[in-house]
């Protein structure tokens, strides 16, 4: 590397501002756009099928056929309407299960109690997929709003529960030990050693849990709905309307990648006193 | 300055009886008697293994899973330097400076410990940005921020080069005439023992087998005949032959 630095010519060396070297080993430097690159990919090669009819309409509409039916869409306000539902559900499913996961992590990370009582129900309902419970929460609860949130709820918390847990026992028991020497008051040790420490695991966890949100609301809007995009997808799948389905597809995707950007986001800012392989 | 093993004068600060520690079957500190009177600086040696760390812990408070017995009498307010700095990673600077502390002055506090320790406008740094050596200083700031009565220290420059630790030591021997903790500084380090402290300990079997008062003017420095003097025979209950 040292070679190569020397090899430059000297106006160029000059010229560009002193750079970091890159690191030798992990992955480099950000590409720029380099996340958008991929999905472009796609879109330009779904395109070309269509442009060149190698895709039939009834099977995938084009592109384009999409955007005028989502134009539609918003216009008639449909879009609107089933998107609020939809994140509603979603949002109050993932905050209540969050709550719900960080403070279930909190209570069997902290004591020994907690973690014999709590821990062992938790992976069993880990075990258990969502989806394998909507029958006994339909009979339970309904159809209604409760049961999907419900749903959604036991979708979030598991993986918060999991990674926080996990954050909260991994502390380097010398930081406990600091803790000790320095007579920390119990609220003092839990807001500035426990919490921080296992904040890395809970965003972790939180990145899961988005995921398991709108993968819930998924599966509870289109077995048995009145509203939101999964009953508008599950409604143009009887009207055979590919390009509605498809406008819903990309509307979980975008609601996917807006959702783990906005965790990611709080990452970098949460956890900027970390050097990690990435930076 | 210095003060005798009985207590001759000033006021005891440190006092352990027949003080047992043990892992398993092994017997780490086999009735071990201790005393440091107030402002005392004393350092202690011993081979790798000899139970230093077991007994600092012990004085620390932070061996409640070892099993032992005896009495230990130490002051109220006491801080504990460790060999690694042990900086909250995730918090900053002055943060960490003030972590124990409370009270509305704690940011003045915090901020006067760090100017003290030659790190003024680094409040606001993350620790990993800090050198080993700024980090150590750190963590010298931390413990005396809450004026102790009591200063113990596993190792605290081990970790650190040669010349960093000349610094640190010039450092260490000022901050303690300011404040005037006693100090109890665990080190494998003859010289840094004999040019810092008042008294040395060697532990050996469990036990305090040397107590040597160090009655040498400052500044200390490798030149007078007596450091030598000291540095040998402190060597030799080590088990380290020299020549000359
Ligand atoms: N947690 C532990 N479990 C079992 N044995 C231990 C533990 N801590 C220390 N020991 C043993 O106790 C003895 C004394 O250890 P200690 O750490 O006090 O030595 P030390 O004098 O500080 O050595 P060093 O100079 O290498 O730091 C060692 O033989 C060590 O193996
Ligand atoms: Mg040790």
Redesign the interface.
Do not use: H, Q
């Given at each position: 590397m040292t070679a190569s630095v020397l090899a430059r010519p000297r106006t160029s060396a000059a010229a560009v501002p002193a750079r970091r070297p890159r690191r030798r080993l992990g992955p480099g430097r950000p590409l720029p756009f380099g996340a958008v690159l991929g999905p472009l990919l796609l879109l330009s090669l779904w395109a070309i099928g269509s442009a060149a009819g190698w895709l039939d309409t009834r099977t995938l509409s084009a592109p384009w056929t999409v955007v005028t039916t989502a134009g539609e869409l918003i216009a008639d306000g449909r879009l609107q309407d089933n998107l609020a539902v939809s994140a509603q559900r979603a949002g109050l499913g993932l905050a209540v299960g969050t709550a719900i996961g960080t403070v279930l992590a909190l209570l069997s990370g902290l004591s020994r109690w907690g973690e014999a009582i709590l821990d062992g129900p938790v992976q069993i309902k880990r075990a258990i997929p969502g989806v394998a419970l909507i029958p006994l929460l339909v009979l339970w609860l309904g159809i209604g709003e409760q049961m999907k949130i419900i749903t959604i709820v036991l979708g979030v918390f598991v993986p918060v529960y999991i990674h926080t847990h996990n954050g909260l026992r991994s502390i380097d028991s010398?930081?406990v030990?600091?803790g000790?020497?320095?007579?920390?008051r119990p609220g003092?040790f839990l807001r500035?050693?426990v919490l921080?420490?296992a904040?890395p695991g809970f965003l972790l966890g939180m990145r899961f849990a988005v995921v398991g949100a709108w993968l819930s609301l998924v599966v509870v809007e289109q077995i048995n709905s009145t509203s939101g995009i999964g009953y508008m997808m599950e409604l143009a799948r009887q009207y055979g309307q590919t390009d509605v389905i498809i406008v819903g597809l990309v509307l979980y995707g975008l609601l996917g990648l807006l959702s783990d950007g906005a965790v990611r986001l709080a990452q970098r800012k949460a956890?900027?006193?970390?050097?990690t392989l990435a930076d | 300055m210095a003060t005798h093993p009985g207590g001759l004068t000033g006021t005891r600060t440190v006092r352990t009886r027949d003080l047992r520690r043990g892992f398993g079957d092994r017997l780490v500190l086999d009735g071990l008697d201790l005393e440091i009177g107030a402002g005392e600086f004393v350092a202690l040696l011993g081979r790798s293994g000899s139970g230093k760390s077991t007994l600092l812990r012990a004085l620390a408070g932070l061996d409640r899973d070892v099993a032992g017995s005896g009495a230990i009498d130490v002051p109220e307010k006491s801080s504990v330097v460790f060999q690694d700095a042990r900086l909250l990673p995730w918090q900053h600077v002055l943060d960490n400076v003030v972590l124990g502390l409370s009270g509305p002055d704690a940011p003045q506090r915090g901020r006067a410990a760090l100017a003290e320790v030659g790190l003024s406008g680094r409040e606001q740094a993350w620790p990993h940005q800090l050198s080993g050596g700024e980090q150590q200083r750190v963590a010298l700031a931390r413990a005396l921020v809450s004026e102790p009565d009591l200063l113990l220290a596993d190792e605290p420059f081990g970790a650190l080069d040669a010349l960093t630790r000349l610094r640190m030591h010039d450092l260490l021997r000022e901050l303690c005439r300011r404040h005037r903790p006693a100090v109890l500084l665990v080190t494998h380090d003859v010289d840094e023992a004999v040019t810092l402290a008042d008294r040395v300990l060697v532990i050996d079997q469990g036990r305090i087998t040397v107590d040597t008062t160090i009655d040498l003017p400052e500044p200390r420095s490798h030149r007078q005949p007596r450091f030598q003097a000291y540095r040998e025979s402190l060597l030799r209950s080590l088990g380290v032959e020299t020549e000359g």
């Open positions: 010398r930081y030990e600091l000790e020497s320095l007579r920390l003092v500035r050693i921080p420490g904040l956890l900027s006193w970390r050097r | -």
